[in-house]
């Protein structure tokens, strides 16, 4: 069995459910963020003014950039487009750890999915909730690496405004990456 637990011996559910308010803001828009490449538009900068509400830990600036960055990526048009939209669009705008923890724990679900939906063997009924219980065995490349960035992203959140430029980065090496196999997949069609 190959483990998915990280490096300090969790699994990306246990991360969730230690994480704080900032940790877990950061948390789902990270994946939210990895998966824009799936949007037509490829949602440019939209997210910017989220992610700096939750580098402020601000939960009134929070609910405005949420309410803004869901009018700029404007309609969806395909399924991943739409589930990417919906990610936004189910971003609670309270800032509170309850609201928050399940809006990151969906967002993490999501995410998975959709990588997982990009790997050569697809992702078999209930994979996505084995690796987010630290069982990634039957994962593909795709689905491991965003499960590995998932659990990256909630241990550098917890340390701060660095932690939190470190997810970002995260984010967008894992936006690259879904945009490259996008890209290859569009090509091969």
Do not use: N, Y
């Not at 609670?92 to 993490?108: D, F, H, I, K, N």
């Amino acid at each position: 069995m190959t483990s998915a637990m990280t490096a300090t011996g969790r699994s990306l559910r246990e991360l969730i459910d230690a994480a704080d308010e900032r940790g877990l803001a950061a948390a789902g828009l990270a994946c939210l963020d990895r998966c824009m490449p799936l949007l037509a538009s490829g949602g440019g900068d939209a997210l910017r003014p989220v992610w700096a509400a939750v580098a402020r830990g601000d939960g009134a600036a929070w609910g405005e950039a949420v309410a803004k960055a869901l009018v700029d990526l404007g309609a969806a048009g395909t399924e991943d487009a739409e589930a990417v939209r919906g990610m936004l669009a189910t971003a609670p705008p309270a800032w509170t750890a309850e609201a928050l923890r399940a809006w990151a724990g969906a967002c993490s679900a999501t995410a998975l999915a959709l990588h997982g939906r990009f790997d050569a063997a697809g992702v078999p009924d209930g994979l996505v909730e084995r690796c987010r219980a630290g069982d990634a065995d039957g994962a593909g490349p795709l689905l491991a690496g965003e499960l590995r960035r998932q659990q990256a992203v909630l241990e550098s959140a917890a340390h701060g405004p660095t932690g939190l430029r470190r997810a970002r980065e995260l984010s967008v090496e894992g936006g690259r990456v879904l945009r490259a196999v996008v890209s290859r997949r569009a090509r091969t069609a």
